[in-house]
């Protein structure tokens, strides 16, 4: 993986901030005629990915944001016949395309990821390919041509990332010296449409979408039968009621849109309809009259609600509909009427529309405090970033200052626990935590560790953006055998009855809550229970010392990833994974080592035969093959890896050109001119690409050649006279032989080093 300079990374920042995208940012003045622009479009360049890397792409989306539209072209070439066989092809050497919402994609965090990695095409263009992708991580197949369109009706504005994979697994974090497989190349176009004011929406931004909002003056903060401030315990929960000033109509399957900004933890948010009427005059005061009328209300976080995906809907002509503990930002809400005309079919008026005013309200809990009733505890805790200028964004989080004593990562919890004697539950209340991960530092792992004295008494609930419930979170731990573990980007660690320790992996940039219910909070033990919530760039340290944490910058320039590099024994992204045993890699190192001295039989052989020469070449060639790999496998280095791999493969090609040299029956001036022209062949040979497999086959057919033609030289040498005069028979198989010679047989020898290398 490439490093970055701090001056790049921080001119690539710039160039955005400033909207000039990627250098090459692209923006029509002018808004084309379905009120639509060019938001940036920009082009990564041909980039080429060996066995087990990889690269991510960052992309981001406005919230006037139309369409997103991604063109990738590779050289793959993938079977996919065989790719829709399950078994039939490793799924952990394919090159795969992920793509993730809000983060980095990580295929082969678990196994249970490998097992449920989506086999299919992505190359059909449609705008459903990967509908629902905002939910999970989806990974497929690279193909040779990938175009995609996704529109603000299928996922939500934010940062959303591509992950670029060639072999995925436990593999894909060791250390290797050689990288054994197949690379591709890749270049991508990334172009983001958005409409022209935020009231627009739809692919074309040829839809209107009314804003739900309402100033201070407008607000309704008295109470009302339907729209309360309510006291609970002498805790005040803050209501903001608004409803809209003029009538909608719409007639049967006909939408109108509208859209709600929540800000901070609310406790809920309500849309009624009030007025309901026919045509503007016909009321639906008579139930039966109503019949099966329906005015279906629908409500997505993020993304146009339709029928067909939302997150919540309900007849609001029966009654509001209401959204427990939403998720902070903008919120969207669908109207339809439906069996208007079924109901009324004997009037005949296929015109015939329903009327409405809607009325809102948004509930907050004062400072302090969360919950359906706003009686439990929140903070908002502080970051302190931890003065490690190798890892970027990495902190860990506190209490507000003078909530407690504590001046580490840890702190205690029996100050900050709510009152567990609330409404007749005994026992049982809830504490929040509320956090925030800045933009950019997506490529973070948020940890939390609980550790107590006794049995841990909290079951613990995490969600991104809303406050979480026993029935509402992204992750949830209660207790070793139910919790969250296996689960996308949530690993859990060294838990037991008195500690709970917990990943989640490469969280996403933004407000996460955390929290604890309390279970038999009277208990002493809570007095010894301490907490500590972090954003560390590497889980569980990679293992040291088998691994290193290493940092990386995306294709942007706008988000800090790290990941573990692991040492050649282990593997995975926290490098827990053994992939070789320490006994198995010592009989290896032994091995292969001690293979070499093979090199000691020629060597004595060719000294007996007094060519010194030889001698020196098979000697040499076989100390620095050992040399080589001893550094192969990690024992030690004598000179940097890439001197060594030189002086091993150009040695072992010199042996073997040296061998059918001195098996030719040709002079000692001859030779040496064989030998000179030979050295600056092999030496560029294996400068150059040593280790290509796909001389193999060739190397072998040249080898079988060489041989041949030393044969035929020595029959020349012997029947020279047998058709022509012997200076002129003599000089001409002669010469052609040394320049055959010269040609062929430093091939030969290529290919014998590759099998010995690949079978090594």
């Known amino acids: 993986m490439a490093k970055r300079t701090t001056l790049s990374w921080l001119y690539l920042n710039l160039c955005l901030i400033s909207f000039l995208g990627f250098c090459n940012f692209t923006s029509i003045a002018e808004p084309a005629s379905n009120n639509s622009f060019t938001v940036y479009s920009f082009t990564y360049p041909e980039t080429r990915l060996n066995p087990y890397d990889w690269r991510y792409i960052r992309v981001d989306l406005p919230p006037w944001f139309s369409s997103l539209s991604i063109a990738l072209d590779s050289d793959v070439d993938l079977d996919h016949g065989q790719i829709g066989k399950v078994g039939t092809v490793l799924k952990s050497t394919l090159p795969l395309i992920c793509f993730r919402d809000g983060s980095l994609p990580l295929p082969d965090f678990s196994n249970k990821a490998l097992n449920h990695l989506v086999l299919g095409s992505l190359s059909n263009g449609s705008v459903r390919a990967i509908e629902g992708v905002q939910n999970a991580e989806h990974c497929y197949p690279l193909e040779k041509r990938i175009v995609l369109k996704l529109t603000n009706e299928q996922i939500t504005p934010g940062v959303w990332y591509v992950g670029l994979f060639n072999g995925i697994g436990a593999l894909r974090t060791q250390s290797k010296m050689i990288s054994r497989g197949s690379a591709y190349s890749f270049t991508a176009n990334v172009s983001v449409e958005g409409c022209i004011a935020s009231n627009f929406w739809g692919q074309f931004c040829n839809q209107t979408i009314e804003s739900l909002s309402c100033s201070a003056s407008d607000a309704d903060f008295s109470s009302t039968a339907d729209f309360a401030a309510h006291s609970y315990n002498g805790t005040v929960k803050d209501v903001v009621s608004c409803s809209s000033v003029g009538d909608s109509c719409h007639g049967d399957n006909e939408t109108r849109v509208f859209f709600l900004e929540v800000s901070g933890m609310a406790e809920q948010f309500t849309i009624s309809g009030t007025n309901i009427r026919l045509n503007g005059s016909l009321s639906f005061n008579n139930t039966d009259e109503a019949g099966d009328v329906v005015l279906m209300c629908y409500a997505r976080y993020g993304a146009i609600a339709l029928a067909s995906m939302h997150d919540y809907s309900g007849d609001i002509r029966k009654g509001p509909l209401a959204v427990p503990l939403p998720r902070a930002g903008r919120w969207y809400v669908t109207i339809a009427p439906f069996?208007?005309?079924?109901?009324?079919?004997?009037?005949?008026?296929?015109?015939?529309?329903?009327?409405?005013?809607?009325?809102?309200?948004?509930?907050?809990?004062?400072?302090?405090?969360?919950?359906?009733?706003?009686?439990?505890?929140?903070?908002?805790?502080?970051?302190?970033?931890?003065?490690?200028?190798?890892?970027?964004?990495?902190?860990?989080?506190?209490?507000?200052?003078?909530?407690?004593?504590?001046?580490?990562?840890?702190?205690?919890?029996?100050?900050?626990?709510?009152?567990?004697?609330?409404?007749?539950?005994?026992?049982?209340?809830?504490?929040?935590?509320?956090?925030?991960?800045?933009?950019?530092?997506?490529?973070?792992?948020?940890?939390?560790?609980?550790?107590?004295?006794?049995?841990?008494?909290?079951?613990?609930?995490?969600?991104?953006?809303?406050?979480?419930?026993?029935?509402?979170?992204?992750?949830?731990?209660?207790?070793?055998?139910?919790?969250?573990?296996?689960?996308?980007?949530?690993?859990?660690?060294?838990?037991?009855?008195?500690?709970?320790?917990?990943?989640?992996?490469?969280?996403?940039?933004?407000?996460?809550?955390?929290?604890?219910?309390?279970?038999?909070?009277?208990?002493?033990?809570?007095?010894?229970?301490?907490?500590?919530?972090?954003?560390?760039?590497?889980?569980?340290?990679?293992?040291?010392?088998?691994?290193?944490?290493?940092?990386?910058?995306?294709?942007?320039?706008?988000?800090?990833?790290?990941?573990?590099?692991?040492?050649?024994?282990?593997?995975?992204?926290?490098?827990?994974?053994?992939?070789?045993?320490?006994?198995?890699?010592?009989?290896?190192?032994?091995?292969?080592?001690?293979?070499?001295?093979?090199?000691?039989?020629?060597?004595?052989?060719?000294?007996?035969?007094?060519?010194?020469?030889?001698?020196?070449?098979?000697?040499?060639?076989?100390?620095?093959?050992?040399?080589?790999?001893?550094?192969?496998?990690?024992?030690?280095?004598?000179?940097?890896?890439?001197?060594?791999?030189?002086?091993?493969?150009?040695?072992?090609?010199?042996?073997?050109?040296?061998?059918?040299?001195?098996?030719?029956?040709?002079?000692?001036?001859?030779?040496?001119?064989?030998?000179?022209?030979?050295?600056?062949?092999?030496?560029?040979?294996?400068?150059?690409?040593?280790?290509?497999?796909?001389?193999?086959?060739?190397?072998?057919?040249?080898?079988?050649?060489?041989?041949?033609?030393?044969?035929?030289?020595?029959?020349?040498?012997?029947?020279?006279?047998?058709?022509?005069?012997?200076?002129?028979?003599?000089?001409?198989?002669?010469?052609?032989?040394?320049?055959?010679?010269?040609?062929?047989?430093?091939?030969?020898?290529?290919?014998?080093?590759?099998?010995?290398?690949?079978?090594?």
């Open 339 to 760: 069996n208007l005309t079924k109901r009324f079919d004997r009037v005949g008026d296929s015109t015939m529309r329903v009327c409405y005013s809607l009325a809102w309200q948004v509930a907050e809990c004062p400072s302090g405090k969360a919950g359906f009733n706003c009686t439990w505890n929140m903070y908002t805790l502080q970051t302190v970033l931890r003065k490690n200028p190798s890892l970027p964004f990495e902190s860990y989080y506190t209490p507000p200052d003078g909530k407690v004593s504590s001046g580490s990562a840890n702190f205690p919890l029996q100050p900050l626990l709510s009152n567990s004697s609330v409404e007749g539950q005994l026992g049982i209340s809830w504490t929040y935590f509320v956090l925030d991960i800045p933009r950019g530092a997506a490529g973070g792992n948020l940890h939390f560790r609980l550790k107590s004295d006794r049995k841990v008494g909290f079951e613990i609930y995490v969600r991104y953006g809303g406050l979480p419930s026993d029935n509402m979170w992204d992750y949830y731990y209660i207790n070793k055998t139910k919790s969250s573990d296996g689960s996308m980007f949530f690993t859990l660690y060294n838990s037991s009855k008195e500690i709970v320790d917990f990943y989640i992996l490469y969280a996403r940039e933004g407000i996460w809550s955390f929290g604890l219910k309390h279970l038999n909070s009277t208990d002493g033990s809570l007095e010894q229970s301490t907490v500590s919530i972090s954003l560390e760039r590497c889980p569980k340290k990679c293992s040291a010392p088998h691994g290193l944490c290493k940092n990386f910058v995306d294709e942007s320039g706008l988000t800090v990833y790290s990941y573990c590099s692991c040492d050649r024994t282990h593997g995975g992204i926290d490098c827990s994974i053994e992939i070789v045993s320490h006994q198995g890699h010592m009989w290896q190192s032994i091995s292969l080592i001690g293979s070499n001295a093979a090199a000691i039989l020629p060597a004595y052989w060719a000294l007996r035969q007094k060519a010194f020469a030889e001698w020196v070449i098979f000697t040499a060639s076989g100390i620095s093959s050992a040399l080589y790999h001893a550094c192969d496998v990690g024992t030690w280095c004598a000179l940097t890896f890439r001197v060594l791999q030189f002086m091993d493969f150009w040695l072992s090609f010199m042996a073997v050109v040296s061998t059918f040299v001195f098996m030719a029956a040709i002079d000692e001036a001859s030779r040496r001119t064989i030998h000179a022209a030979l050295s600056i062949l092999t030496a560029l040979m294996a400068i150059t690409g040593a280790t290509r497999s796909a001389n193999i086959v060739l190397v072998i057919a040249i080898g079988a050649t060489g041989l041949l033609v030393g044969w035929l030289i020595e029959f020349a040498t012997k029947y020279r006279s047998l058709s022509c005069s012997a200076g002129f028979c003599f000089s001409i198989p002669y010469r052609f032989v040394s320049i055959i010679s010269a040609c062929v047989l430093p091939a030969y020898t290529e290919g014998t080093s590759s099998l010995l290398v690949s079978y090594m």
